[in-house]
């Protein structure tokens, strides 16, 4: 690698909210020394949830959205340079501007990338957008201020579903493409997902599910995208909402266990090695870590939460300061959150797996309830909507195995309603673990 290597000390790739989350608890937990931070975008850490929303309808600019440093970090920023490899034995990484930085030990919160459009050709017409980052953030509102006549948005998960409320809000016509039977069935199944599906539906957006986009047309700016039925949907702006990739492509020659659906630790957060070693100097938090829940039976998850982000740096950052004898295992119940439609979505735990569901709050047919979630007679999430008052009690109870469904004969709890959860057929895994939520707290 090129360039001298900074002084040693502790470094951070990732300025993210996990990355910035992460040196905070460092200096809390007592760390004086040398710090870095590394990031590929020009900014300092930014908060992400705004953007699907906020910023998208006006009511924030992009720039308004970087989070607050809640103590001093005296750290030396590398801001719009990215780490592009990892030379693990050196314990040095090389940066795209040619620095190479030295560590002792290692922090990694590279986060996640935007899913893009499969066709690299067609993924770089203008007017295809993906929305992920600040500045996709930025573009996607510039584009929609200039009125397009139909915006297609490509995958109903909740990004997809929020830039479609947004644009309805806007007085925009949209088509929302999936080839799921409701929008996020795959997180929530499609007895909920029908909810949304009426939401969608309400707000005239035209929603075809069960739908696979074949391509995207334009000559030189998106015009078309051609369904796989042979139809065809005029447009002038294209979102592709497909998920995320984990930003792990600079980890490619450092041997360890880290592919597109994140890097792999252990239960204290330290990365493993492609053989399944801890590396006791190197340990990763937020988006990109893929670790054993134990809640969920030691079930590899990778987790796209706000409050995670947040849980896992602070814990990885206490055991990077700990003595080997004394690495704590990382648990953490997820949750998120989401707005749509009107509606305050709000969800704690994992609902992979879950094969009944009780709504035990309210009704799906007044779009205002609460519905848990059971596998195996056991209680593992909770979801709400406009009806968050239980759900503190509810999460108290997945987080404590309880029986399906956890609290019966509440004062104000009417008739339980049980129904299957209709979670799509599982489809080949693109990565190891769970990714349920988004970028969403």
């Known amino acids: 690698m090129s360039g001298t290597p900074e002084p040693l000390g502790i470094a951070i790739v990732g300025a993210s909210l996990a990355g910035l989350r992460g040196a905070e ?134 990004i997809g579903c929020e830039a479609a409320s947004c644009c309805r809000d806007l007085g925009l016509p949209v088509t929302l493409i999936d080839p799921n039977p409701t929008p996020l069935a795959r997180s929530l199944g499609g007895a909920i997902g029908g909810v949304i599906a009426g939401c969608l539906r309400d707000a005239g957006v035209d929603f075809r599910p069960g739908t696979q986009v074949r391509a995207l047309e334009g000559d030189g700016a998106v015009r ?44 204290a957060c330290r990365v493993l090695t492609a053989d399944g070693t801890a590396v006791p100097e190197i340990y990763a938090a937020g988006d990109v870590a893929r670790w054993p829940i134990p809640l969920y039976d030691g079930r590899l998850v990778s987790i796209e939460h706000w409050g995670n982000a947040v849980e896992q740096a602070r814990h990885a ?52 309830f609460l519905a848990v979630y059971g596998q195996a007679g056991r209680s593992i999430a909770a979801v709400s909507f406009d009806e968050a008052r239980w759900l503190p009690a509810y999460a108290e109870r997945v987080a404590a195995r309880r029986p399906f469904p956890p609290i019966r004969d509440a004062n104000d709890q009417p008739a339980i309603t049980s129904l299957p959860p209709g979670f799509p057929p599982p489809r080949a895994a693109r990565h190891h673990g769970v990714a349920m939520g988004g970028a969403h707290g």
């Open 317 to 368: 950052a206490r055991n990077m300061l700990a003595a080997p004898d004394d690495q704590r295992p990382y648990d953490h119940l997820p949750a998120f959150w989401s707005s749509q439609f009107g509606i305050n979505i709000k969800a704690v735990g994992l609902t992979e797996g879950a094969d009944s569901l009780a709504v035990v709050q309210g009704s799906l047919a007044a779009r205002r």
């Open 224 to 267: 078309r995208v051609a369904l796989s039925n042979g139809a065809a949907i005029d447009a002038d702006l294209v979102i592709v909402a497909l998920g995320a990739v984990r930003a792990t492509g600079w980890l490619a020659a450092a041997a360890l266990m880290a592919d597109a659906g994140g890097v792999t630790c252990d239960g």
């Open 25 to 158: 608890a460092l200096r809390l937990n007592g760390y004086d020394g040398p710090l870095s931070i590394v990031g590929d975008e020009p900014y300092r850490p930014y908060d992400r949830p705004p953007l699907s929303k906020h910023v998208l309808a006006g009511e924030l600019a992009a720039g308004a959205t970087q989070l607050p440093n809640l103590v001093s970090l005296d750290a030396r920023w590398h801001l719009g340079q990215a780490a592009i490899k990892l030379d693990r034995e050196a314990r040095i990484i090389a940066l795209a501007g040619g620095t190479a930085l030295s560590f002792d030990r290692l922090l990694i919160a590279t986060g996640a990338q935007a899913r893009p459009w499969p066709d690299p050709e067609a993924a770089r017409l203008s007017g295809v957008h993906t929305l992920r980052g600040r500045d996709d953030a930025a573009d996607l509102r510039a584009a929609l201020v200039k009125n397009p006549g139909r915006v297609v948005i490509v995958g109903a998960g909740l």
